[in-house]
């Protein structure tokens, strides 16, 4: 009897697969994050994870598979984040403002993550790149739907904002807010609801001019400056 309540001990105490994995990947996210992917050593995630190498190695094949995963992972959970906070009944500034609130909290609460996929993932070539460009394209698309709703709201006297602007709008836009999160998480005391309302108001002012028609011209600045 003592031998089988020991054993059924043992099979209580066993993780689910899915679990171990994701503490796998946990336990990645935070070393690659920290480390880089070329100076991490599967010897430390597995020591951070609490599993032996060979397990390691059993769940995820090698190295590059690994990082693979962490980076499909995080880019998932980010893309999740600013989806769910934008509310889809409310006005297009209110969702694109929710939108960018959640992409900054997200990114301050998952420093490692975001390092992963804006610094560790893009620096290191295929396939890596291409993970992350599939994110950003997702991420590009939907502000671009968030964009185009604006100005259908504002009934613009601009009617070719749509499909003459709006995506050149949505890469600046994405650009700017990987930028801007970087410094944020970098700059003691900047809350991501800071640095969502100073993107917000550096975008929604102009995008408030183009909806009301009114351009930007090369030729009226001094000298003619960016002129020919």
Known sequence: MGAGAASGAGKA?????AVREQQMLDAAVRIFG???????????????????????????????????????????????AVRAGAEPKAPADARLWAGLRAFFLHTAENPDGWSVLHRQARTHGE?????????????????????????????????????????????????????LADWANATEGVSAKEAAATLMNFAWVGLGKLRE????????????MLGG
């Open 13 to 17: 105490k066993r993780m689910p697969r």
């Open 213 to 224: 028609g009114e351009r930007w011209m090369p030729g009226g600045m001094p000298g003619g």
């Open 34 to 80: 920290r480390r880089g992917y070329r100076a991490a050593s599967m010897d430390e995630i597995a020591e951070v994870a609490g599993v032996s190498k060979p397990l390691v190695y059993l769940y995820l094949n090698s190295k590059e598979e690994l990082f693979t995963a962490v980076i499909r992972r995080e880019a998932r959970a980010l893309v999740s």
């Open 127 to 179: 396939p890596f790149a291409a993970e992350v460009t599939v994110m950003r394209e997702e991420m590009v698309a939907f502000v671009t739907l968030l964009i185009a709703a604006a100005a259908r709201e504002a009934h613009s006297s601009e009617p070719e904002l749509a499909s003459r602007d709006v995506g050149g709008l949505a890469q600046a836009l994405v650009g700017a807010a990987e930028s």
